[in-house]
């Protein structure tokens, strides 16, 4: 069973940055795609940045250049650098695991981050 755990949202200033964190169960990041989603209110869940198992890396037009998605397999943890915030940043954001082979999704519970202007 694959569990996710985030951390590290909170409440910046525009400009500012912030890390997560998602702690994965044992082995999920060397056997999974993983990706960072958000949800802004009245808003669909969108992809962030996404990594896959191979390394390779895809990031919304909205955060290139600013966000940067990384993993340390040894340590069962994804991250989500976020530098340059901006107000419309401010959301919930949730780690993401897919199967490779059967493109089955595990959810975090999510981290509120939220940037004032």
């Known amino acids: 069973q694959v569990q996710l755990v985030e951390s590290g949202g909170g409440l910046v200033q525009a400009g500012g940055s912030l890390r997560l964190s998602c702690a994965a169960s044992i082995n999920t990041l060397n056997r999974h795609d993983m990706g960072w989603y958000r949800q802004a209110p009245g808003k669909q869940r969108e992809l962030v940045a996404a990594?896959?198992?191979?390394?390779?890396?895809n990031y919304a037009d909205s955060v290139k250049g600013r966000f940067t998605i990384s993993r340390d397999n040894a340590k069962n943890t994804l991250y989500l650098q976020m530098n340059s915030l901006k107000p419309e940043d401010t959301a919930v954001y949730y780690c993401n695991a897919r199967t490779v082979f059967t493109a089955k999704d595990y959810w975090g519970q999510g981290t509120q981050v939220t940037v004032s202007s």
């Open positions: 990594i896959t198992v191979g390394g390779s890396t």
